[in-house]
């Protein structure tokens, strides 16, 4: 990968932004660090944190990776971190994100709110089928990632 900085470490750090930092960043980050663990040192942040969704947890457990020992952060907490890669997975975390110093490069990847998708479940299956079709496609993000990240 090209980018100086990730040179230094051998890897390209990535930090995944999102407005709670409850789901779909944490999904990121957990499956960044399950798929790519020698390419990519992932992170998850939001801008207004709101602890870690427990769907979201089930969910990953189920495809094999365990995001139990996460927590949900705030950006601040990563202040000291110079990022290669700031990737915000939510469309509001896009509007608002803050400029970043230093060379890091912006994406966005907008993925559908599960919470949002599940509020009117009927029963648990109902629940949990958006969160399992919105990890399925961060997971096939996540998968092309440091190709995408070559090429950019």
Known sequence: ????SSEKRGKIRVLFLCTGNSCRSQMAEGWAKALHPELLEAYSAGIQPQGLNPDAVRVMAEAG???SGHRSKHLQELAGLRFDYVITVCDQANEQCPVFPGTAKRLHVGFE??????????NLEERLAPYRRVRDQIRSFIEQLPQMLEEL
């Open 1 to 4: 990968m090209s980018a100086p």
């Open 65 to 67: 990776v365990d995001i």
């Open 113 to 122: 709110d599960p919470p949002r998708l599940a509020a009117s479940a009927a």
